[in-house]
């Protein structure tokens, strides 16, 4: 089946410093790939996107590269803010649902 | 505005006592999602609908688990005589289409609901 391993927490950088949270996946077919944020006390959102090999998704600085040949999906920010705490999923398409990994917690030290 | 809703937001319950989750998706989303996040752990899939239609139950983990969707709106998750495993955040989540490989459709989710079996 389907499974996300992301990279463990939790993660404590400096501000501005730069970020990377590993995420590499096992699936079947072409999924889509997920990256999505908890800020606390919220719900999750969805942060960016990819649908098919080699495309780029972006959002408030954060990016990440849909890698088919290395099955990953990394997650990497220039130059992180203290307002970037919080938990990050890597998911990816499970018709019909979606496969999360377990989490990763960034906590930014201004 | 309006976004996934989930009610109530903190469930407190003794053990064998039965609850009753609520999740209002956003107006005109055709599939919905039930997921369980215990501390420590990642999202657990366990039931979803397109319309009013739960096509696969096994990912409910016991047949103390149900889930019912009316009118291709409001879903309600039902745990019968709770255990204290059951504790968890139950999230509830709603996109426009199913979610396909390949596909653009965004899960929307909501804030879940936190349960507690004492």
């Known amino acids: 089946g389907n499974s996300v391993t992301q990279m463990e927490g939790p993660v404590t950088l400096s501000e501005e410093a730069f970020l990377t949270i590993n995420c590499t996946y096992t699936a079947t077919g072409y999924p889509s790939l997920f990256w999505y944020v908890q800020y606390p006390g919220e719900g999750l959102q969805l942060l960016l996107k990819a649908t098919k090999a080699d495309d780029k998704g972006s959002n408030k600085g954060f990016e990440a590269t849909y890698r088919k040949e290395t099955t990953s999906f990394h997650l990497e920010k220039g130059s992180v803010q203290v307002s970037d705490s919080a938990v990050y999923f890597c998911a990816l398409t499970s018709t019909p649902s979606l496969t999360f990994g377990t989490g990763t917690r960034l906590t930014i030290i201004p | ?118």
């Not at chain 2, 053990?15 to 369980?36: N, Q």
């Not at chain 2, 889930?67 to 039902?78: D, H, K, Q």
């Not at chain 2, 979610?99 to 653009?104: P, Q, R």
């Open chain 2, 1 to 118: 505005g309006a976004g996934v809703s989930q009610s109530p937001s903190n469930k407190v319950t003794e053990k064998g006592k039965d609850v009753e989750l609520r999740c209002d998706p956003i107006s005109g989303h055709t599939a919905l999602y039930w997921y369980r996040q215990s501390l420590g752990q990642g999202l657990e899939f366990l039931i979803y609908f397109q319309g009013n239609s739960a096509p696969d139950k096994s990912g409910l983990p016991s047949d103390r688990f149900s889930a019912e969707r009316t009118g291709g709106s409001v879903s309600t998750l039902t745990i019968q005589r709770t255990q204290q495993e059951d504790s968890a955040v139950y999230l509830c989540a709603s996109s426009l289409e199913l979610v396909l490989a390949g596909g653009h459709h965004e899960q929307f989710f909501g804030p879940g609901t936190r349960l507690t079996v004492l």
